[in-house]
């Protein structure tokens, strides 16, 4: 059956009005975005609150206090190290697995500044070990470190001998679908424009800037200035201190990172020593929910 005329007259006329409606109360991108609910997760670097920590207390640990993962670094009681046997490897792979908890990656104490060749060897050979050792044990990523300058050595020549070894080493982690992390670290090398120039010729895409909200973050132009001479390079992760510590802007920096939609790890590598690390640990959590809503 035909619409009569009035009916259709009725029908346009509803129907131009639910466009406008539409129209008018289209949602901006950049409103929608904002009230997206952020994807960064809360895990914990072993160093210092898990150190002593076997690997089945610290996953416990993460999961009671709500934690989501772990990056766990060399020489810590969990044991996880490349001496594990491949049975060793599969089991570390299942516990994290039937656990619910990540593990986010390794944090190594490789660094690539040394003018003995045979040291520079030997710590990207040990990178590549920890490379397959994550691989094995199903983590995300190695984080590595620039870890000062070398006495009576240009600074520029220390920079670009960093750089080519992470380009060597993200190229090798390409090949296991792992990214090398580098941490903002060390005596000059963790200036912001010293890691923005290591990252000009580090330039593999496999290979990423592990923000570690540094005292150095705040100097020059101040955090904000630092925070866009990198942010084009951030990895996966970022470690922060106890997030009420009040000599660092936790604030202004999770705006930031808020602010390009930062969508990875925010990792815990505390200073302090509390009795009851759990307890510490959730207090955290419950800190770095209240700076997710801004």
């Known amino acids: 059956m035909s619409m009569n005329r009035s009916s259709r007259r009725v029908f346009l006329g509803s129907a131009a009005a639910a466009a406008a409606i539409a129209t008018t109360t289209r949602v901006s991108p950049l409103v929608q975005a904002a009230a997206e609910p952020s994807r960064m997760r809360l895990g914990l670097v072993t160093y210092l609150w898990g150190q002593n920590m076997d690997l089945p207390t610290l996953i416990e640990s993460c999961q009671k206090s709500g934690l989501k993962g772990v990056e766990l670094r060399t020489e810590h009681k969990h044991g996880v190290e490349p001496t594990l046997t491949a049975n060793q490897r599969d089991e570390v792979k299942l516990r994290f697995a039937d656990s619910g908890i990540t593990l986010v990656g390794y944090g190594s104490n490789a660094e690539f500044h040394s003018t003995d060749p045979a040291k520079l060897k030997e710590n990207i050979e040990k990178t590549k070990e920890y490379i397959r050792l994550m691989h094995d044990c199903g983590g995300e990523g190695v984080k590595v470190k620039p870890n ?28 296991f679908g792992l990214p090398i992390r580098v941490e903002v670290h060390g005596k000059g090398t963790s200036e912001l424009p010293v890691i923005r120039d290591i990252f000009k010729i580090a ?54 990172f808020r602010a390009i939609d930062y969508d990875g790890w925010i990792l815990l590598e505390a200073r302090t020593d509390p009795s009851d690390k759990v307890a510490a640990m959730t207090a955290q959590k419950a800190l770095f929910d209240q700076l997710l809503r801004g």
């Open 203 to 256: 330039n593999h895409p496999n290979v990423g800037v592990c923000w570690n909200s540094n005292a150095e973050d705040l100097k020059g132009d101040g955090l904000e200035a630092n925070f866009q001479m990198v942010k084009d390079r951030f990895g996966s992760t970022c470690h922060v201190r106890e997030l009420d510590d009040k000599d660092y802007p936790y604030a202004s920096l999770f705006k930031l």
């Open 148 to 175: 000062g300058f070398v006495k009576d050595v240009p600074n520029e020549k220390t920079i670009e001998q960093i750089g080519l070894a992470l380009n060597e080493v993200a190229a090798y982690g390409e090949g």
